[in-house]
């Protein structure tokens, strides 16, 4: 598979939210922009971070018209008492396959002893499906820059 770029439309994926519901891209298209974040492991000192900073710059997300949406390739079940415990008000996605970060060339080969992990990394997804940021890092304990991020949603609305 040829590797994504700014300007390319994203692939469209399906994901598992809970056991009972599902997440797929192109339902969600047409609204509001997307930010799409593949992180390496629940519950990891850098991850906390990441999405608990995200969690607290919430509402300037929404101003900016986006929808926030991450994803790693843990357990759904993991997944879902993550989201509880720091009271994560966006999805949670399930890649367990790894699929989906494989199709946008945000996967590591290996990491450390694990094979398949999510690379950390960032997407914006305007309402049609075109992908106008994109941010991959082969460092898990590097985060993205979220002012970069929300330069690129501003300029969206």
């Known amino acids: 598979m040829s590797e994504i770029k700014i300007g390319d439309k994203a692939p469209d994926f399906e994901l598992i939210e809970t056991l009972e519901n599902t997440w797929k891209l192109s339902d969600h298209l047409g609204g509001k922009n997307i930010l799409l974040l593949f992180f390496p492991l629940a519950?990891?000192?850098?991850c906390t971070e990441e999405l608990c900073g995200i969690r607290d710059g919430f509402n300037e997300f929404q101003s900016l018209d986006?929808?926030?949406?991450?994803v790693s390739i843990d357990h759904p079940f993991v997944l879902d008492a993550w989201k509880k415990e720091l009271e994560l008000p966006f999805s949670l996605l399930s890649d367990f396959n790894t699929d989906v970060c494989r199709s946008f060339g945000a996967c590591h080969t290996s990491l450390g002893p694990l094979k398949g992990v999510a690379k950390r990394s960032a997407f914006v997804i305007d309402n049609e499906g075109?992908?106008?940021y994109q941010w991959i890092s082969d460092d898990p304990g590097v985060l993205p820059n979220i002012d970069e991020i929300r330069q690129v949603?501003?300029?969206l609305k």
């Open 66 to 70: 986006a929808e926030v949406i991450a």
């Open 43 to 46: 519950y990891s000192p850098p």
């Open 130 to 132: 075109v992908i106008r």
């Open 153 to 155: 949603l501003d300029g």
